[in-house]
């Protein structure tokens, strides 16, 4: 039986510059967003000073009914230069329930094994916009059928009673 670890990890706030993409969890699910993270590898010599090179982000945010905003992006420690079709995101200072997402693994256990931990800790999903940060490995094939990745869920913990 599969089985992640989470941990809590706080990050500051940060910038990065992305390609958008806009559309259902159906479509996700069928590869739309592999096709962004692909273009966004290809392009990633016209971002101007990346900090963490080796990782591509995932930033998702619930905004529509029964979909959602997806950009393929990497940090930056300015934003400068925004390229054609790409997108400058500032992400605030959050607390995260995070956990590996291993290749042989199954991504909606790995997800329903997060909720799992954040519920059983009494913590709460995070208010904010921002539903959920994945990082992958920037040599890793975005059309990998068993890709590997980070899963950070925004959460906001509870003051003890």
Same mark, same amino acid.
């Given at each position: 039986?599969? #089985?992640?670890?989470?941990?809590?990890?706080?990050?500051?706030?940060?910038?990065?510059?992305?390609? *958008?993409?806009?559309g259902?969890?159906?479509?996700a699910g069928?590869?739309?967003? #592999?096709?962004?993270?692909?273009?966004m590898?290809?392009?990633?010599?016209?971002?101007?000073?990346?900090?963490?090179? *080796?990782?591509?982000?995932?930033?998702?945010?619930?905004?529509?009914?029964?979909?959602?905003?997806?950009?393929?992006?990497v940090?930056?420690?300015?934003?400068?230069?925004?390229?054609?079709?790409?997108?400058?995101?500032?992400?605030?200072?959050?607390?995260?329930?995070?956990?590996?997402?291993?290749?042989?693994?199954?991504?909606?256990?790995?997800? *329903?094994?997060?909720?799992?931990?954040?519920?059983? #800790?009494?913590?709460?999903?995070?208010?904010?916009?921002?539903?959920?940060?994945?990082?992958?490995?920037?040599h890793?094939d975005?059309?990998t059928?068993?890709p590997?990745?980070?899963?950070?869920?925004?959460?906001?913990?509870? *003051?003890s #009673?």
């Amino acid at each position: 039986m599969q #089985r992640n670890e989470s941990v809590l990890i706080e990050k500051e706030s940060f910038n990065a510059i992305g390609l *958008k993409w806009v559309g259902t969890f159906a479509e996700a699910g069928a590869g739309g967003i #592999r096709v962004v993270q692909a273009e966004m590898l290809n392009r990633l010599k016209e971002i101007s000073h990346i900090i963490h090179p *080796k990782t591509l982000l995932g930033l998702s945010y619930h905004i529509t009914e029964g979909g959602f905003t997806h950009f393929a992006a990497v940090e930056v420690e300015q934003v400068e230069n925004i390229p054609e079709g790409m997108t400058a995101i500032t992400v605030p200072k959050l607390i995260y329930a995070s956990c590996e997402h291993k290749g042989d693994q199954n991504i909606d256990a790995s997800y *329903k094994d997060i909720y799992n931990w954040i519920e059983g #800790r009494g913590f709460e999903l995070s208010k904010g916009d921002l539903t959920h940060l994945e990082e992958y490995p920037l040599h890793q094939d975005p059309y990998t059928k068993d890709p590997e990745f980070v899963i950070m869920i925004p959460i906001e913990k509870l *003051k003890s #009673r």
